[in-house]
Nanobody, 125 residues
């Protein structure tokens, strides 16, 4: 079983940057496509971005394209989310997750078997 721990959240102003990290332990990290999701107050959890096992393929939800970058370091068992030009609407709890079996990566919550506890990102205007 994979254990995931996010870090790097915080309170920032609009236009600032943050980098989230998600450290994994357990089975070989490189086995899993990884994703980031977020959940704002009163809203459903939504997909943000995902990355393939080797890191060569990525996908993003439209609202973060050009501002967020997902990456991974399989030697360090860590996936990152670099968030630039943050907006108040990016405020949410951010979760990393490990995909249980996609060929490339998944974009739906049910495709992800393992989840971290989340880290809060708050962007003030």
């Amino acid at each position: 079983q994979v254990q995931l721990v996010e870090s790097g959240g915080g309170l920032v102003q609009a236009g600032d940057s943050l980098r989230l990290s998600c450290a994994a332990s357990g089975p070989p990290f490189s086995r899993y496509p990884m994703g980031w999701f977020r959940q704002a107050p009163g809203k459903e959890r939504e997909f943000v971005t995902a990355i393939s096992r080797g890191g060569r393929s990525t996908t993003y939800t439209d609202s973060v394209k050009g501002r967020f970058t997902i990456s991974r370091d399989n030697a360090k068992n860590t996936v990152y989310l670099q968030m630039n030009r943050l907006k108040p609407e990016d405020t949410a709890v951010y979760y990393c997750a490990a995909d249980s079996g996609a060929l490339l990566y998944g974009i739906r919550i049910y495709e992800y078997k393992y989840w971290g506890q989340g880290t809060q990102v708050t962007v003030s205007s």
